[in-house]
C-alpha cells in the first residue's frame, strides 16, 4: 500500500515537471524568437550603428535620437530616488510608530543603497526599461557558503586556542616556533625568583617546575561560512523569461530567471556536484541575438577547470497541480540544463521579480520602450541628413563633362587648377625662350614705365596629371 503511494505521487511529480518544462521551453521561444530580435534592433539604434542600406561614396551619417532621448529621461528619473538622503521611507501611522518607521527606512536604505550598490542596480533597470520594454529587479535571501583561505603569523598559544574553538575555521597548517622574547623575559623571571627563594630558610622552598617555552605559530586556516543576507540584482532583458500572454509578472503561468553559473558557484549553493556535471555546455543562452550583440567577445570554449565549467541554471515560479487537489500553487522550481532538469521545488508566496516600463500597455506584461516611440524619427532624420550632406558636397565640388579640344580647360578646371595650369603654362613658355644660362629677370619695380610682355595664350594647355606649385601671377589678358 504505502509502495503504491509513493509510485503515484512520483506519477503526478513526474506529469507536473513535464508541464513545467513545455511552459519554460515556449517562453524561452518567445523570449529568443520575438522578443530578443526587436531588443537587439533597439541596442543598434542607440549605438547608431548603420542601418545595412548605406551606399558606397554617399553620406552614411546616423542620427541619435534614440539615445539623446534616452540619456535625456535617465538622469531625471534617476533623481528621484537618489536626489535626496535616503532611497526610500517608511511614513508611521501614528506616533507610537514613528522611531519603528526611522528604523526601517535607515535598515532599507543601507541593505538597498550600501550592501547591494543600489544605485547602479536601479540604473541598470531604468535603463534597460527604457530602451528594451522591461527593467527587472530580482530580490532574494541569498544563503549560498563562501570559501576562504586565511593565513596568520606570529600568534601565540592563547589565540591559536580561539581560532581552534571557531566553528567556521579548519587549521590546514601550524608551524611551530619558540617566541625569543617570551623566552628570554621567562628566563630572567626565573633568575628573579630563584634570589628570592635562596633567601629563604631550608624547608621552605616550595618545589620548582619550569614553565613549557613559549611558542609562536604561523597557521593557515580555510573559513567556511554561510552568508546570510538580502541580495538584490538587475536581470538583463535576455536572462527573463515569461511565459506568452502573460497580463503581468505576478499572474503569468511562468516566469523565470536563466543564468549561466560555474560549477562551482551550484556546489556552493548546495547541489550535487555529479548531478551537475551531467548538465554542462548548454548554448541556448549563448544562441540568443540579444546576448551575442550585448558580449560579442564572448565565444570562450570550455575551461579545463571542472569548477569553472559553465552551466544553464533557471529559478522559475509557476502555478502548477503539484498535490493534486485541484487547485495550482505558486511554486519556485530550481532547474538546470536545456532540458530543465527540475532539482529543487518548494512553495512560494510571490514571485520576488519587480519589473519597470516607460509605456505600459493595458493586459499586457510587456510594454513599450523609447526606441519603439522614437526610432523612425531617428531614421527619418538620418536619411534628410544624408541627402543634405550628399547635395552639399556636389555642390561644392561639382563635376563637369567636357570634350577636349573644344574648350579652353582653364575655364572649365576649378580656380585653383586653372591658376596653376596657367602658371605651368607660362613656365613652359619662359624656359623655351632664355635658355638656362642665361640669369634670370628679376620682377619688375611698380615704378618702371616699360611695357610689360604677357606669355603668349596657348589654345590648347599642357597636359599636368599634377600641376607642380607656383607662386607667380597669371598673366594679364
Given amino acids: 500500500m504505502y509502495d503504491d503511494e509513493l509510485e503515484k505521487v512520483d506519477e503526478e511529480e513526474q506529469e507536473t515537471h513535464a508541464t513545467l518544462r513545455a511552459l519554460l521551453v515556449d517562453a524561452a521561444s518567445y523570449v ?34 534614440v539615445s539623446d532621448t534616452v540619456r535625456a529621461i535617465l538622469p531625471s528619473m534617476m533623481r528621484i530616488f537618489f536626489g535626496g538622503e535616503r532611497v526610500m ?80 575555521l579548519d587549521i590546514l597548517e601550524d608551524n611551530a616556533y619558540p617566541d625569543e622574547v617570551a623566552q628570554a623575559a621567562l628566563e630572567e623571571q626565573m633568575a628573579q625568583m630563584a634570589q628570592q627563594m635562596e633567601q629563604m630558610p631550608e624547608g621552605q622552598m616550595p618545589p620548582m617546575e619550569p614553565p613549557p617555552p613559549p611558542m609562536l605559530h604561523d597557521v593557515s586556516v580555510r573559513r567556511t561560512r554561510e552568508t546570510g543576507k538580502i541580495r538584490a540584482e538587475a536581470i538583463p532583458p535576455e536572462e527573463l523569461l515569461i511565459a506568452r500572454g502573460a497580463r503581468s509578472f505576478q ?10 553559473l560555474t560549477v562551482s558557484d551550484l556546489v556552493a549553493m548546495g547541489y550535487d556536484k555529479d548531478v551537475i556535471e551531467e548538465h554542462l555546455h548548454t548554448d541556448e543562452l549563448r544562441s540568443n541575438q540579444e546576448r551575442l550583440a550585448r558580449h560579442p567577445e564572448d565565444f570562450q570554449g570550455p575551461s579545463n577547470d571542472a569548477g569553472l565549467q559553465k552551466v544553464l541554471y533557471t529559478e522559475a515560479w509557476a502555478r502548477l497541480d503539484e498535490d493534486d487537489d485541484g487547485i495550482a500553487e505558486l511554486r519556485r522550481y530550481c532547474c538546470i540544463g536545456d532540458q530543465y532538469k527540475v532539482l529543487r ?4 508566496s510571490h514571485v520576488p ?63 585653383r587648377w586653372a591658376r596653376r595650369s596657367a602658371c605651368a603654362g607660362r613656365a613652359c613658355t619662359s624656359r623655351s625662350r632664355h635658355p638656362s644660362s642665361a640669369p634670370t629677370p628679376s620682377r619688375r619695380s611698380s615704378t618702371s614705365t616699360a611695357p610689360r610682355r604677357s606669355a603668349p595664350a596657348s589654345r590648347t594647355p599642357p597636359r599636368v596629371s599634377t600641376p607642380p606649385p607656383c607662386r607667380a601671377r597669371p598673366p594679364r589678358r
Avoid at 99 to 119: K, P, S
Avoid at 137 to 146: F, H, N, Q, R
Avoid at 354 to 383: F, M, N, T, Y
Avoid at 384 to 408: C, F, H, K, W, Y
Wanted: glycine residues 8%; contains cysteine.
Fill in 353 to 415: 521579480i519587480a519589473d519597470l516600463c516607460p509605456d505600459p500597455e493595458p493586459h499586457r506584461a510587456i510594454g513599450w520602450s523609447i526606441h519603439d516611440l522614437v526610432h523612425d524619427i531617428q531614421r527619418i532624420k538620418s536619411q534628410i541628413l544624408r541627402g543634405m550632406l550628399d547635395s552639399l558636397a556636389q555642390t561644392l565640388n561639382p563635376r563637369a563633362g567636357v570634350v577636349e579640344g573644344e574648350v579652353n580647360m582653364q575655364d572649365v578646371l576649378p580656380t
Fill in 345 to 348: 521545488s518548494d512553495p512560494a
Fill in 32 to 65: 529568443d524568437e520575438e522578443l530578443s530580435p526587436d531588443r537587439e534592433k533597439a541596442g543598434r539604434y542607440y549605438r547608431g550603428e548603420p542601418f545595412g542600406d548605406e551606399e558606397e561614396g554617399r553620406s552614411k551619417v546616423v542620427s541619435r535620437d
Fill in 89 to 168: 521611507e517608511f511614513s508611521p501611522v501614528g506616533p507610537e510608530d514613528a522611531e519603528m518607521a526611522d528604523q526601517a527606512t535607515d535598515y532599507v536604505h543601507f541593505v538597498f543603497a550600501r550592501d547591494n550598490g543600489g544605485f547602479m542596480v536601479l540604473y541598470s533597470a531604468i535603463k534597460d526599461a527604457l530602451l528594451r520594454r522591461t527593467g527587472a529587479i530580482k530580490t532574494w535571501w541569498d544563503d549560498s557558503v563562501e570559501v576562504s583561505f586565511e593565513d596568520y603569523e606570529g600568534i601565540d598559544d592563547a589565540t591559536l586556542e580561539l581560532l581552534e574553538e571557531d566553528p567556521e
Fill in 251 to 260: 499572474d503569468a503561468d511562468v516566469i523565470g530567471h536563466r543564468v549561466e
